[in-house]
């Protein structure tokens, strides 16, 4: 399963971005879809997940601003960010899991700052 984070950018504070994952290869047998995020000096941290089966959870410091989702072909995964905050600046990273293993994406930077 091959990768790629697109939709980062420099956001006011109080603005939105849609982050995309595209996923190529073979995904069948994909469960679990995610986003985690790093900030800058700090370990990664797990932001959201959505299962094969349609069910999100989200880490409490974005629960009400923060959306993920997934196409009907499995294969593109968002996360739509709404009233962002500068705590929110960190390199941002979807990671499907397949039968037990994960499978990680190059980070997009998302950057919030008036």
């Known amino acids: 399963v091959q990768l790629q984070a697109s939709g980062g950018g420099l956001v006011q504070p109080g603005g939105s971005l849609r982050l995309s994952c595209t996923a190529s290869?073979?995904?069948?047998?994909?469960?679990?879809m995610s986003w985690y995020r790093q900030a800058p000096g700090k370990e990664r941290e797990w932001v959201a997940t959505?299962?094969?089966?349609?069910?999100?959870t989200y880490v409490d410091s974005v629960k009400g601003r923060v959306t993920v989702s997934i196409d009907n072909t499995k294969t593109t995964l968002a996360l739509q960010m709404n009233n962002l905050e500068p705590d929110d600046t960190a390199v941002y990273y979807c990671?499907?899991?397949?039968?037990?293993?994960?499978?990680w994406g190059k980070g997009t930077l998302v950057t919030v700052s008036s």
């Open positions: 990671s499907f899991k397949k039968y037990g293993t994960a499978y």
């Open positions: 290869g073979n995904i069948l047998g994909v469960d679990t």
């Open positions: 959505i299962t094969s089966g349609g069910s999100t």
